[in-house]
Structures are given as C-alpha cells and as structure tokens.
C-alpha cells in the first residue's frame, strides 16, 4: 500500500479546487441564454377613452441587443430634443394586447422590429403607439429604421 506525502495530497486539493473554481468562472462569464446577452425593458402604454373608439392599454417589450438602451418610457411630446433618445412609433389595432420591439446593429445604423400579438378586432381601427428609448450614449435618430408589418 502507497502512502502520498501531506505536500503531495495538498497540490492534489489545491489543483482540484483550481480545476473546479476555472469551470464555475467559465460557466459564469458564458450566457446561458440570449436574453441574458440581451436585456428586455418593459412599459406599459396607457389606453385612452371608453366605449366604442376606446384604446386599450399595451404591455410594450424591447429586446435591446445593443447595449445601448438603458430605460423606455411612453412617449412625451419633449423626447425628441436629446439625442440620448429615441422615439419609436408604429401603427397599433384595437385587438392589441402585447408588443415586441426588437433594437439591433445593422450596417450605418440601428433597426427596431416590430412585432405584435392580438386578440383579435373585427374593426379597422389603428391607433399611433409611441415609446422612448433613453440611450446610455447618444445616437443620430436619423439611423434608426423602424420595421413594422403594419406599415
């Protein structure tokens, strides 16, 4: 029967807990998933009015895959003048009840998809959805393509 020297059995711990603290630091520093690469924002835009020609209230998700957003907010009319801002606006329905805006990288600038889910509407009602994203730096609003089905 072999015996291993005290020193000999603690480069083995030492190594072991070297080898095992390397692996928890690689599963750290590695996503797991996209939407941890990608953090979501969440607003709600109030509806407005009753009966009939009301606007009902919509849950709002922006998917930044930039980095670059760092709140959203409803739109208000000031926005516009900073350009840590950027306004994004689409054509929304009666029937909607959720809405996913997907902010990218593309080549010379930004792209923001729309994408929105709806209960359904018989009437062909549209109705001008605005949000703001506030930038952590700012960028030319200029660059900024909007792409929804609806337009």
């Known amino acids: ?3 291993v020297e005290p020193s000999g059995r603690l480069a083995t711990v030492v ?3 070297a080898l095992v603290a390397l692996f928890v630091a690689l599963l750290a520093a590695m996503p797991v998933t996209s939407s941890m690469t ?3 924002h969440e607003v709600w835009l109030p509806g407005e009015g009753t009966g009939f020609s009301s606007m009902p209230r919509l849950r709002v ?4 895959q930039t980095g670059l957003v760092r709140a959203v907010s409803a739109a208000r009319e000031d926005a516009t003048s900073d350009p840590r801002r950027v306004v994004v606006g689409w054509l929304g ?3 909607d009840w959720r809405t ?7 080549a010379g600038g930004y792209r923001v998809d729309e994408r929105t889910a709806e209960a359904g509407c018989a009437f062909l009602i549209g109705y001008q959805r605005t949000v703001v994203l506030h930038l952590w730096s700012p960028i030319d609003p200029t660059t900024v393509l909007v792409d929804s089905p609806t337009d």
């Open 1 to 3: 029967m072999s015996q």
């Open 15 to 17: 190594a072991r807990a």
């Open 38 to 40: 990608s953090p979501v």
């Open 61 to 64: 998700y922006v998917h930044d």
């Open 93 to 95: 329905g009666c029937g």
């Open 100 to 106: 996913d805006l997907y902010f990218n990288r593309q």
